[in-house]
C-alpha cells in the first residue's frame, strides 16, 4: 500500500483532470456526493455516502465536486500490477466492512509504533479490502440491482414504494420482489431503507447541527422519528452517537495536506 488519507472536498464548485499513472485508488466515500467522467468510455456516474469507486492506474477521469454536498472520503493509494478487467468502476459497501477496514488503515499510521509491522499489516487489511471489493461488485453486477440503485440515488428525497421500483425495471411487483431476493438475498425495499439511511448518516457527519426532521425530509422519509429508528436499526447507533463518534474520529484522524483531490 502507498498510503491512504482521509479527504474533505472543498466547498467551491471544482472539475478537474486526474490521473494516477503508477498507483491504482479506492475512495470509500462516507458522506456527500462524487461525480465523474470517464472520457474513454464516454460514461459519467455519482457516488454517494456507502459507495466505493475504484480506479485503476493510469485511468484517466474528470472529477467534479457538489459544494452543496461536499465529498468526504477515504482515499486510498496502492500497486496492483492486473486487476480485474471485469471490476466495475464502483459498488456498494452493504455491510460497510471496507469503510471499517479503511478506518482501520487510517489508524494504523497512528497505534503502530514498530515500523517495520506497518506495511505488512497496511498489506493484509488492503488485500481484505480488494477481496471485499471482488466480491461485492459480483453480488451487483446483474443488470437489475443496478437499475434499482439508480433509481434510488435518482428520486432520494422522494418516497419510494415497490410498485415503483418494479415498474422502473418493467416486471410485475411480486416477480420483481423474488428475483431481486434471489439475486441479492436482500428484499428491494431493505437496501432502498439501506441507501436512505447512509445517506442520511453523510449529512449527519457534515452538518450536525441539521435537524433530524429537516434530514427526513431530504432523504424522503416520513418524519424523524422513523428516521432515528431506521439509523438505529441498519447502524446500531442513534443520530447523536453517529455526531459524537465522527467529531471525535476527527481529532484523532486530521485530514492529512499530503494528498490532494483526485
Not at 471544482?14 to 498507483?23: L, Y
Not at 464502483?90 to 478506518?103: G, K, M
Not at 493484509?124 to 461488485?137: D, H, Q, V
Amino acid at each position: 500500500m502507498e498510503g491512504i488519507y482521509f479527504f474533505k472536498a472543498p466547498e467551491r464548485k471544482i472539475r478537474s483532470k486526474c490521473c494516477n499513472e503508477t498507483e491504482c485508488q479506492f475512495i470509500v466515500i462516507t458522506a456527500g456526493s462524487y461525480k465523474a467522467f470517464i472520457p474513454q468510455e464516454k460514461k459519467d456516474f455519482t457516488a454517494g455516502p456507502g459507495d466505493v469507486v475504484f480506479w485503476r492506474a493510469g485511468e484517466v477521469r474528470f472529477e467534479e465536486n457538489d459544494p452543496y454536498n461536499p465529498t468526504k472520503c477515504f482515499s486510498i493509494y496502492f500497486s496492483w500490477p492486473n486487476p480485474p478487467d471485469s471490476l466495475p468502476h464502483f459498488c456498494y459497501d452493504y455491510n460497510h466492512l471496507i469503510s471499517l477496514l479503511a478506518e482501520i488503515l487510517l489508524d494504523i499510521k497512528d497505534i503502530v509504533y514498530k515500523p517495520d509491522l506497518i506495511k505488512p499489516l497496511s498489506n493484509a487489511y488492503l488485500t481484505t479490502i480488494a477481496a471485499e471489493y471482488i466480491r461485492l461488485t459480483r453480488l451487483n453486477e446483474d443488470e437489475l440491482v443496478n437499475k434499482v440503485a439508480k433509481y434510488v440515488e435518482e428520486h432520494m428525497s422522494e418516497p419510494i414504494r415497490l410498485s415503483d421500483l418494479a415498474k422502473y425495471v418493467g416486471l410485475e411487483v411480486h416477480h420483481f420482489g423474488r428475483k431481486y431476493k434471489a439475486l441479492t438475498g436482500r428484499t428491494p425495499m431493505y437496501d432502498v431503507k439501506h441507501r436512505k439511511v447512509e445517506h442520511a448518516k453523510g449529512m449527519l457527519i457534515l452538518e450536525p447541527r441539521r435537524t433530524l426532521a429537516n434530514i427526513a425530509e431530504r432523504v424522503g422519509i416520513k418524519d424523524a422519528f422513523r428516521l432515528s429508528r431506521l439509523i438505529k436499526r441498519y447502524t446500531r447507533l442513534t443520530a447523536r452517537e453517529i455526531r459524537k463518534q465522527y467529531k471525535f474520529s476527527q481529532v484523532k484522524n486530521p485530514i492529512s495536506p499530503v494528498r490532494k483531490k483526485t
